[in-house]
């Protein structure tokens, strides 16, 4: 499918069929997913791929009603780091090393960078910039996923505290940022026929010259 094809076919689905996915599908979707741009190629979020019903029966608990949690093939979401410290940014240059074939030592320049830039600030700061770096994540996931014909609904809606408590992500040093259950859409989804409403092209892009 072409991508303008598979954007217009996109949307955020109501109501989702009782098939699922494979796996390979979905494994597919994810690793699109972690392949997404990130600044410095930190990637501070984790991915939680939650498919069993009883669990999810859980979060619906902390979903404002929103039933999509419990009733899609897979829910997927992405949780974002809330602190940096030496060692998370020692891990990555060592991941950088290992993938341009040269000593973390020769990386000094940027360890010390990144840990002016994300260890020495305060948690709020960092939270914000993990934050940002998830939403990029998940523009691509939604984009891959229309790519794949995969449905999915991303949603910010939810009681925050109650999916980290639920999931335990405060003892893994994460917090949920963003939810969205994947699957393919139900046949009885008005929704899926309504007409996509956008800006135009004209509005949207201002084309600056000198």
């Known amino acids: 499918m072409h991508i303008l094809q598979a ?3 996109r949307y955020p689905v109501r109501k989702f069929s009782d098939q699922v996915l494979t ?3 979905v494994d597919t979707l994810l690793e699109a997913t972690r392949l ?3 600044s410095y190629g930190l990637q501070p979020y984790r991915i ?3 498919k069993s019903k009883a669990l999810r029966g859980q979060l619906l608990d902390y979903s404002h009603g929103q ?3 419990l009733h899609s093939s897979h829910l997927l979401i992405i949780a974002s780091k809330t602190s940096a410290d ?3 940014i020692q891990a990555h240059v060592q991941r950088v090393a290992l993938a341009r074939g040269v ?3 020769e990386l000094a320049d940027m360890e010390a960078f990144l840990q002016h830039s994300f260890v020495d600030v305060s948690n709020r700061q960092f939270v914000e910039f993990s934050q940002q770096q998830a939403f990029v994540a998940l523009g691509n996931l939604l984009t891959s996923a229309a790519s794949m014909q995969i449905d999915t609904c991303a949603i910010t809606g939810i009681d925050i505290a109650g999916f980290d408590k639920v999931l335990g992500l405060a003892e893994k040093g994460l917090s949920t940022t963003v939810i969205c259950p994947i699957g393919i859409r139900h046949r009885d989804d008005r929704r899926a026929n309504a007409k996509k409403t956008r800006v135009s092209f004209e509005q949207m ?3 600056v010259s000198q």
Do not use: G, R, T, Y
Request: no cysteine.
């Open 67 to 69: 039933d999509k949690v």
């Open 36 to 38: 997404s741009a990130s």
């Open 205 to 207: 892009v201002i084309k």
């Open 103 to 105: 000593k973390s030592q």
């Open 23 to 25: 796996e390979q599908q």
């Open 86 to 88: 030496q060692a998370f």
């Open 48 to 50: 939680l791929v939650v």
């Open 7 to 9: 954007l217009n076919w």
